[in-house]
């Protein structure tokens, strides 16, 4: 099993343990509160989305990993989504050093 298996196993993990936030609308929100450590953009998002979540985290100085393509978050989670927010910092530190 290779990190990026890993790494999507642990998201479907985060989310089972209720640690994440997925769509835009929210993971902006939540980014604007402070309340999440890692975002996860699909690398194969739209320009206006990837922008708008690029730009929010850069300026809440959030991290964003653009790893996974959309398929690839849409199925660690069971649903489709472009955009995933870690509110763990447990899981946001392991996330990292998968990706590393």
């Known amino acids: 099993m290779n990190n990026l298996e890993r790494l999507t196993n642990l998201i479907g993990l985060a989310q089972r343990a209720g640690k994440v936030i997925s769509g835009e609308e929210l993971v902006v929100k939540a980014i604007q509160n402070q309340s ?3 975002v996860f953009l699909a690398n194969d998002a739209g320009p206006n989305v990837t922008k708008k979540v690029s730009d929010k985290s850069k300026y809440y100085n959030v991290e964003v990993s653009t790893v996974l393509s959309a ?3 849409s199925s660690a989670l069971g649903k489709a989504r472009k955009v995933v927010a870690i509110a763990d910092a447990g899981f946001s530190k392991k996330m990292r050093t998968l990706m590393e």
Do not use: G, K, S, T
Request: cysteine-free; hydrophobic content about 65%.
């Open 36 to 38: 999440v450590h890692l």
């Open 71 to 73: 398929l690839e978050l």
